[in-house]
């Protein structure tokens, strides 16, 4: 699942695939998947995953697998928040989080923002990514956090609870109100008087020159066009 920053990749949009569903397939169920933390032995694994997982998903190739290399050396980053899923003791899916804000004038408020979410092509719609997400927003409202706000698909985050940052009056940088900036209160009320410009720093930036050198330590690929591209780019310069 994905949406990034760099240059407009959905804006911040390397964030979510939408491509995972609620049901489950095969010998795959809920009660075979394993969710437990991210460890230092599992990187290569997880920016591989991830790079299977977005190849040519929203672009021709992808950037999701460097942007989770990087994510993980900022402070931003939330270790208690990064989770792999297993089947059979094999790592299928990930996902991680990052420290946002809400800015508005001097005040800014610390939100969080998730993603990538990344699930193995042949592990995709059989519910590992909703796992990933429900466990996670759990463990984040637990964590006394006010929200998360991401970049995402609106008809696949709103079963989450996710709804328009309209609704809050939360903007991206430009002060508009894109179709998919989405956010979800972690309880009642939390994001009461919290309103302004929602800014994930440069956590998300990506450079395309150290995209093509690290691209050169994963095996070769093409590049090219799938239909997912479409809805992304449809989104791309939707607003409310």
Not at 3 to 29: A, C, L, M, N, P
Not at 43 to 70: M, Q, S
Not at 133 to 156: A, C, Q, V, W
Request: negative net charge.
């Amino acid at each position: 699942m994905a949406f990034v920053t760099g240059g407009k990749h959905f804006g911040q949009y390397t964030y979510e695939h939408w491509f995972d569903h609620e049901y489950e397939f095969g010998d795959v169920s809920k009660n075979n998947i394993e969710l437990r933390l991210e460890e230092e032995n599992d990187y290569k694994i997880v920016e591989n995953l991830t790079r299977e997982a977005f190849w040519n998903h929203h672009v021709p190739g992808c950037d999701e697998h460097l942007l989770i290399h990087n994510l993980r050396k900022t402070k931003e980053f939330i270790k208690e928040l990064d989770f792999v899923a297993l089947y059979n003791k094999q790592i299928v899916g990930n996902i991680v989080y990052v420290k946002s804000k809400i800015i508005n004038n001097d005040t800014k408020n610390d939100v969080l923002t998730f993603g990538p979410v990344s699930v193995l092509p042949e592990y995709q719609n059989k519910g590992i990514g909703s796992r990933l997400i429900n466990h996670t927003i759990n463990l984040s409202r637990e964590m006394g956090f006010k929200g998360i706000i991401i970049y995402g698909d609106p008809e696949y985050y709103k079963k989450f609870g996710f709804v328009a940052s309209k609704q809050y009056n939360i903007t991206n940088k430009e002060n508009k109100f894109p179709v998919a900036l989405l956010v979800l209160e972690l309880y009642p009320n939390a994001l009461n008087g919290i309103e302004g410009i929602f800014d994930e720093g440069k956590a998300y930036e990506v450079d395309k020159n150290e995209l093509e050198e690290f691209d050169k330590h994963f095996p070769a690929k093409e590049k090219g066009y799938s239909k997912t591209q479409d809805r992304f780019n449809e989104l791309l310069d939707k607003y409310v």
